[in-house]
């Protein structure tokens, strides 16, 4: 623990603006008066509830009245009721507009600031709420979509997530309290469709002799993985492993640098040994040294969507393009969920499942609304994430959201590929919101130059991610290169990949090979030979 508080006084010396933002109330006095507040209008809404207090409730202002709402969907399991609600506010508040986001939940956005109050009332009406979805506090707790489900699902993790919710959500001492936002995953499955490693803090699915429990992971962020805490935990412990981690995360985390106040950066100055003995030191669990890992399988779905489970039950997806969906296609979606007595489950690649008996998949797929989406049913839409973009977000460099689907579209269209997968994820600034750094292929929207010397849009594209068994940060191919130019240079990546590869051989394995073999010149000189 030394090394602890040695780290935490070095870093007390003075706050920042938020930290001090925090000592004028509390959150919880903010949400006792929100009623009040929206009814006394937007134009006199205070400056550090804007800024801070509402986005402790996940509501952010977008300026001139409107908001966007963040919905905590834990584990991305949304019932048939809360659809329809969700749907119904979208429909009547918020433009019919909803994004999917990649920590398998939902964004309403265009709310105008006299509806916050009710549509947080009717949101909590059906059980789901927006508190904590943003700035200095616990973000929705993922895991894999086919949590307790498939075939390869040795622990259902949805119990213990609604666990580890128990300690903080709605809980006073927690809301606002931590030097910065804290992710978390819980993986019961040998598949990591969760980008598993990509968190504050990862639960692995692991097993130590004859036991199954996790491994710990510690301290990824943007542009990091995590990395191996040392630590084995049983399944039983896990709420008082994450206890003492986010105890000691609040107590000694840096308040000074917002830049460098995640986990992360206490972990990188103390070291995790001396993290992880405070872990041990603190916990009431008895916790033993790491175990052997079991995640084995690369996430595939089939080319038909349909992803087989346990019990004649399937899941089959509803791509959707970007994330970008509406109040009245959930509406739809969530009528034939019911009629078929199936589940909702969202995806962190902006997508959702339908999962029902297999008997049922037939009739679904003919519905008006399944056959609007299934034109995406592709490969270069499959594994697809953006970030919001220009359009909604004041860090985005690009559109992003639109770049996305028109490159997928045009690549479906040049270089169509079956049975084929490959991620292609986008940020739309370097924030990395669309985690391209673990893509197949990532783009990061930047600022560059066209052939005649003048400033335009464009991307830094990486190659080379890995987020299945191992984790492994993609490198950039391609720096500042035209947004124009962009979908051009993509073909020839994957006209290089569909008349290269050899048999079977997955995009992932293909690149990973090329990297190993070439420098990023000649692999450069290369693709531009196509």
């Given at each position: 623990?030394q090394k602890?508080?040695e780290?935490?006084?070095?870093h007390?010396k003075?706050v920042?603006k938020?930290?001090?933002?925090?000592?004028?109330?509390t959150?919880s006095?903010v949400?006792?008066n929100?009623?009040?507040?929206c009814?006394?209008?937007?134009e006199?809404?205070?400056?550090?509830?804007?800024?801070?207090?509402?986005?402790?409730f996940?509501?952010f202002?977008k300026?001139?009245?409107?908001f966007?709402?963040?919905?905590?969907?834990?584990?991305?399991?949304?019932s048939v009721?809360?659809?329809?609600?969700?749907?119904?506010i979208?429909?009547e508040?918020?433009?019919d507009y909803?994004d999917?986001?990649t920590r398998?939940?939902?964004e309403l956005?265009f709310?105008?600031?006299?509806?916050?109050y009710k549509?947080?009332?009717?949101?909590?009406?059906?059980?789901?709420?927006?508190?904590?979805?943003?700035?200095?506090?616990f973000?929705?707790?993922?895991t894999?979509?086919y949590?307790?489900?498939?075939?390869?699902?040795f622990?259902?993790?949805?119990?213990?997530?609604?666990q580890?919710?128990?300690?903080?959500?709605?809980?006073?001492?927690?809301?606002g309290a931590?030097?910065?936002?804290f992710?978390?995953?819980?993986?019961?499955?040998?598949t990591?469709d969760?980008?598993?490693?990509?968190?504050?803090?990862?639960f692995i699915l692991?097993k130590?002799?004859?036991?199954?429990?996790f491994?710990l992971?510690l301290?990824?962020r943007?542009?990091?993985?995590a990395?191996?805490?040392?630590?084995?935990?049983?399944?039983?412990?896990?709420?008082?492993v994450?206890?003492?981690v986010?105890?000691?995360?609040?107590?000694?985390?840096f308040?000074d640098?917002?830049?460098k106040?995640?986990?992360?950066?206490?972990?990188?100055?103390?070291?995790?040994?001396?993290f992880?003995?405070?872990i041990?030191?603190?916990?009431?669990a008895?916790?033993?040294?790491?175990?052997?890992?079991?995640?084995a399988?690369?996430?595939q779905?089939?080319?038909?969507?349909?992803f087989?489970?346990r019990?004649?039950?399937?899941?089959?997806?509803?791509n959707?393009?970007?994330?970008?969906?509406?109040?009245?296609?959930?509406?739809?979606?969530?009528?034939?969920?019911?009629?078929?007595h199936?589940?909702l489950r969202?995806s962190?690649?902006?997508?959702?499942?339908?999962v029902a008996?297999?008997?049922?998949?037939?009739?679904?797929?003919?519905s008006?609304?399944?056959?609007k989406?299934?034109v995406y049913?592709n490969p270069?839409?499959?594994?697809?994430?953006?970030?919001?973009g220009?359009?909604t977000?004041?860090f985005?460099?690009?559109?992003?959201k639109?770049?996305?689907?028109?490159?997928?579209e045009?690549?479906?269209?040049?270089?169509?590929?079956?049975d084929?997968?490959?991620?292609?994820?986008w940020?739309?600034?370097?924030k990395?919101c669309?985690?391209h750094?673990?893509a197949?292929i990532?783009?990061?929207?930047c600022?560059?130059?066209?052939?005649?010397?003048?400033?335009?849009l464009?991307v830094?594209?990486?190659?080379?991610?890995?987020?299945?068994?191992?984790?492994q940060e993609?490198?950039?191919?391609?720096k500042?290169?035209?947004?124009s130019?962009?979908?051009y240079?993509?073909?020839?990546?994957?006209?290089?990949?569909?008349?290269?590869r050899?048999?079977?051989e997955s995009?992932e394995?293909?690149?990973?090979?090329?990297?190993?073999?070439l420098s990023?010149?000649?692999?450069?000189?290369?693709?531009?030979?196509?």
């Open positions: 623990m602890l508080h780290a935490y006084a070095a007390s003075k920042n938020i930290e001090q933002m925090k000592e004028l109330k959150p006095f949400y006792a929100l009623k009040k507040i009814e006394e209008g937007y006199n809404l205070k400056d550090e509830d804007s800024k801070y207090f509402l986005k402790c996940g509501l202002d300026g001139e009245g409107e966007m709402i963040r919905v905590r969907v834990p584990a991305g399991q949304l009721e809360q659809a329809l609600a969700v749907g119904t979208s429909r508040y918020g433009n909803i999917i986001t398998q939940q939902i956005r709310i105008k600031f006299e509806n916050l549509v947080i009332v009717g949101l909590d009406a059906v059980g789901i709420t927006t508190f904590q979805t943003g700035v200095d506090n973000r929705n707790i993922v894999s979509s949590d307790g489900l498939s075939e390869d699902s622990i259902t993790c949805m119990p213990i997530i609604e580890l919710q128990g300690i903080f959500l709605k809980k006073e001492e927690w809301i931590l030097p910065r936002k992710n978390a995953a819980i993986l019961g499955t040998q990591n969760c980008n598993i490693f990509g968190h504050d803090c990862c692991a130590k002799g004859e036991i199954l429990g491994n992971y301290g990824g943007v542009g990091i993985q990395q191996n805490s040392g630590i084995f935990v049983e399944q039983e412990n896990v709420k008082e994450f206890l003492s986010i105890s000691l995360f609040k107590e000694f985390g308040r640098n917002r830049n106040n995640r986990l992360h950066f206490l972990i990188e100055e103390v070291g995790m040994d001396a992880a003995k405070a041990i030191q603190t916990t009431k008895k916790l033993q040294s790491s175990g052997e890992l079991l995640l399988h690369e996430h779905i089939p080319q038909d969507g349909v087989q489970l019990e004649e039950k399937v899941a089959l997806l509803w959707i393009p970007s994330g970008i969906f509406s109040g009245s296609d959930l509406l739809e979606a969530a009528k034939i969920t019911l009629e078929c199936g589940l969202l962190v690649e902006q997508s959702f499942y339908i008996h297999e008997t049922q998949i037939a009739t679904i797929k003919k008006a609304i399944y056959q989406y299934a049913q270069y839409f499959v594994h697809q994430i953006a970030c919001a220009t359009a977000c004041s985005g460099v690009i559109p992003n639109p770049d996305a689907i028109e490159m997928a045009y690549l479906h269209k040049e270089v169509p590929l079956k084929a997968k490959v991620r292609m994820y940020s739309a600034c370097p990395g669309g985690i750094g673990i197949d990532g783009f990061e929207g600022k560059a130059k066209d052939a005649n010397g003048e400033t335009c464009g830094h594209i990486l190659l080379g991610g890995k987020a299945s068994k191992e984790a993609a490198r950039i191919i391609y500042a290169l035209p947004l130019e962009a979908k240079t993509v073909k020839k990546i994957m006209l290089m990949y569909k008349h290269e050899e048999a079977g995009f394995s293909f690149e990973t090979r090329l990297l190993h073999e990023n010149e000649a692999l450069v000189q290369k693709i531009e030979m196509y």
